[in-house]
């Protein structure tokens, strides 16, 4: 953790973060944030599924209108900040200081439910809440009404974590976890007893876990937007639809969840085509440049998360960093888009590009 926050010289690009992030923050944390499930197949899948997808130049257009406006509440940029868990592993100020970068750049934060300060102590103008349901629907509902009273501006209900296994990497590290999150402090102890002949996931994690049935129910009790984050089918995403969602997030949980799992981006085009033109979608997973901003929204997103590189900037220089890495993908979208001839968001989503994933593939 840096002990006076500075923006590094040697940062050329958003990318650069998670170097630096290596060299700042002790070894089992940076495998936590690293790792994915398993063997990280999935997080190698996310990143070489953007890589794979080339963007064919186009010249002499007269770009001078050009913007990165995103047409999912008319922000300036299409660029959010995924729900990270427990900050204060990467700085003493934890969600404070990404808020003040999020406030600072126009950009959306989602606060996850695993957050390191309680969800009233992180403010800003733009700020969504990331739901994990919990064991019981009333204890839901208090984090959800805690959330409209503290103002945020949607619910993103994570619905692909019903049960999680620590990868490899992690665990070989030696990452402990242990932390408490601050929002779930005054939770009942959860009953985690098994009767004989019961067993640990399907009878133990998923006694509790959510359903559609508490989608609906869900959507019947509160006036906020509806994310569900974590759609990688098209069927699962028109369920999500008929049962209230008002936009979803595609993804794989940055290949933290089911190793087997294909990139996220394979899973774009299927679920947009699927939704058709109008329906909000957003994508993360391996998103590490302004480029991969481009490739996921030619591919069918309104807009991208960002999971790792806000962990690895807030790391390596708090607010001023997470701040800085947005202005860098920024800058690495506009760069691209000017290259590719490309005047806004809409035109991205009419690029030429080669080796896309296609819409049938899932
Ligand atoms: C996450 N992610 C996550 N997702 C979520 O819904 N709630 C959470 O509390 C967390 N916590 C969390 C912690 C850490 C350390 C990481 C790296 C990720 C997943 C996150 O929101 C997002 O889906 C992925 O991180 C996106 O992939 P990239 O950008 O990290 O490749």
Redesign the pocket.
Known sequence: MADNDALPANIHCARDYEDLARQVLKAPTFA??AGGAGRDTA?AA?LAALEAVRITPRVLRDLTHGATTCRLGGRRHPIWL?????QELFHAGAERETARAAAATGTCM?V???SSLPLEEVTGPDRWF?L?AQPSRQATLDLVRRAESAGYGAI?L?VD?PVHAPGLTSLRAGFRGGLTPANLRDAPPVDTSLAPGEGRVFQGFLRHAPTWADVEWLRGHTRLPLWL??IMHPDDARTARESGADGLVV?N????ELDAAPASLTALPAIRATMGSDFPLLF????RSGQDVFRAIALGADGV?????Q?YALAVAGALGVGHMIKLLREELEVCMALSGCASLADIAQADLSGRPSAGGN
Do not use: C, E, W
Request: charged fraction near 10%.
């Open positions: 936590h944030v997080v996310n995924a729900p990270v868990a427990f989602v996850s439910t695993l990331q994990y993103m994570t974590a984050k974590g993804s949980h940055g290949g933290r993360d997973g391996g998103v998360m960002i999971g790792r590189l962990a």
